[in-house]
Structure formats: C-alpha cells, structure tokens
C-alpha cells in the first residue's frame, strides 16, 4: 500500500480549495473508475478528496421544463426516482442499465460524465438531450462538454454540481452491454425535444461519445425506427477490439438507434 | 497485446529539412504525447521518460530509445522499450521512410509495432487502439506544425494485430 491523503470536505467551495492547493489531487465522486485504477497503481495521486459529503451536490428537482439531477446523485438514486420517471423515464433505464448493483449504488452521475468513459451509457443520454453541465464556475453545453476519449471541458480544479435536462417529448436509449463489464458495445440515445431530434452514440467511436447527424436528420422526418433503414456510421471512424470489430460496432450502431426510437416511442 | 498501424503525412518542408528534424531530440521530445525528458545517452540511443495520461490513469513509463538502420534522408527505423514499473511495460518499432511529394513538401510514410504487456494492457485492453491512434495523430499533427505544416493523410490500425493479442 502506498500513502496518499484523504480529505473529506462538506462544500463545494471547499472541495475547490483543496483541488487548488494539492497539484495532482484527484476528486472521489463514487470511485467506481479511480479506486480500481489506483488498486492497479496506474494512479498515484497524492489526495483523494471525497465528495460525499457535499449536500450541496444531491438531489433530484423539477423546475418548470427542467430536470435537474445534483452530481453525486448516484445511478441507483435516478433508476428508482419518481421524478425522473414522470419527466424523462428513459433516463431511468440507461441509469438502470449502468454497471451491476455495486456499480449503481456507488457510481454518480457526476463522476461519470467527468470521467467520459468512451463506453459510458451518461455521455449518450447527457449528449442527447442537449443537458447543461453546471460546474463551481460556469455552465457548459452538452456539445462543447465532450471532448473525445476521457477528455472534458473541465479545468483541472473544476467540480461538476449538477446536470440540468429539458424535458423532452421523446427520449430512448437502447445498448448492447458487453456481457462482462456492462460496458456499451454500443449505446445509442434518441431524443426529441426543443432542441430538434438528436442522436448521441456511445462504446463505437474511436474517439468517445459523438453525434449521427444522418440519423438526426431522417429522425426529423419521420420518428420511426423505420425511418433509419439504410442509415448507417462509417465504420472507418469505430473503434476496434478484441470483443468486436469496427464494421461489427458500425452495424450495431444503426440497430441500437431503431430500438431507442422504439422505446422512445413507446 | 499487440497493436499494429500505419499511416502517411505530407509535411510541407523538403526531405533534408524533414530528416534533421526527425533527429533532432529537442523536436521529438515536444511532438511525442506526454514526453518529459529525452536525452542523448550515446550514438543513436537516447534516454526518454514520458507520462501516459489517459482518464484516471496517471502513469510514468522510463525507457531506452534506439535509431537503427539509418539510410539518411530515406529511412530510419525508432525503437524503444519502456517500463512503468507495476504499471506495465510497452515496447515496439516504427519504420519510417521519407519520399520527395509535390511542390517541394515530404511524404512520411510510418509502420509502426509494438506490444504493450502488465497491467495498462489488462485494463486498457478496451482502449488500447484508440489511444495509440489518438498519440500517433498528436505526435504527427505536432510534427507537422514543427516543420512548418502538413497533413495527416491517413492512420490506420490494424484489426488482425489486436485479434491476435492476448485478452483480459
């Protein structure tokens, strides 16, 4: 074992302090990615500062045409919340989805979208639903926050606080987990709203969480998964490995979008 | 487990400039992702240390860099050999050659192997290929404003080399 310390702050302020003061220091949101990667050692940071008991960070609200979903909210907390339910019940199921039973209870939403996992099931519906991200020092557009594999608009010393949703007509969300890790093989969120039909695909990129315009596109003419016949992602822009092969996770992709618009249809 | 790629640059300086730069260690040391220090430590050999910074993971890999089979300004193969300690090991090649390209510009055409083993292949076995990828465009497109500007014509990984590689 080796020494690192430990800080557990109750706001969001002072866990901002603490990131300023400690170059290297890491935030622990559920620690369902960093615990592991420091039990291998391939992280060694010098403060961990847990989050959990920032209250400012829970909760889950309704305002107006909103849903707003505090970021140590864990994915147990939405797949059971009678809010998100009765605003974007799709959302409950890609939080139900997530990981195993240790995984949901553990892991936040937070944590996740910060970490942007390539494979992660929170980019595709964040991304999707055009939500804003909310941090300690601004707020930042679903569009502008992904930046490719595990990189994020976030400044080194930079919490999320909460993720703000407009609620939707339609939302959808279907995924090929990989049967061992969870993980998206691939992910597809369809959503419509005020902000037009998006299409957010995730575990297929070879650069993390993107966009099919394509898919939008028809989706805007027709919302059936009908619509997306004969539409399909480059496979030269999909990400390769041992458990399926770039033309595999192209394919996937287009039949994971016809389910997410039937269950959003639903 | 093995990753294997290729691609092609068209640098916009002539084939001499593209060479020196290509050996010049203060260049690579700013074109390779994360690179901290790399250092001449006799003819043709260098000492380099670079940080792999990808999500949660934050580790430093130590290691020898060797130029060999050096056909200036045509060709040269790079080798190097790293160790992140409990992190893991990485090693592997890269033949580059260089071919005159229109109006004055170079054309760099790399194949590169290399076998990454421990515990950062374990858990990046997912992950591994998008991020060589990702490092290959970085150092390239770094490169590329180092001699002046260019543009990556393509990169490639290759599917049968990560097939054949070892799972987690």
Redesign the interface.
Known sequence: MYAFDYQRPSTVNEAAALLANGS?A?LLAGGQ??I??MK??????PLVVDLRDVAELRGIDRTNDRLVIGAMTTHAQVAESAVVASTIPGLCNVAEGIGDPHVRHRGTIGGSLA?????ADYPAAVLALAATIYTNKREIAADDFFQ???TTALEEDEIITRVSFPIPERFGYAKFP?PA?R?AMVGVAVAKGPQGVRVAVTGAG??GVFRATDMEAALTNAFTPDALKGISVDPSLM?????G??NYRAHLVTVMARRAVQAAAA | MAVNMSGEVILAADRERVWAMLNDPEVLKVCIPGCETFELDGENTFQAVARVK??????RFKGKVTLSDIDAPNSYKISGEGEG???GFAKGGATVRLEPAEDGGTRLIYDVEANVGG??A??G???????A??NADTFFAKFAEAVGGGTVVATN?D?AG??A?E?S
């Open positions: 290297g890491k990615t960093l592991p990667t291998q050692r391939l992280a060694s940071p970490n942007n996992d390539p494979a490719g594999l595990f990989n890790s993980y070879q650069n990400n390769s490995d041992i458990h092969d770039a | 990808i999500g949660p993971v934050n580790a300690g409990i992190a515990k950062i374990q858990l076995s997912r992950l591994i290929n998008s991020v990828k990702k990984v599917e990560t097939a590689g799972g």
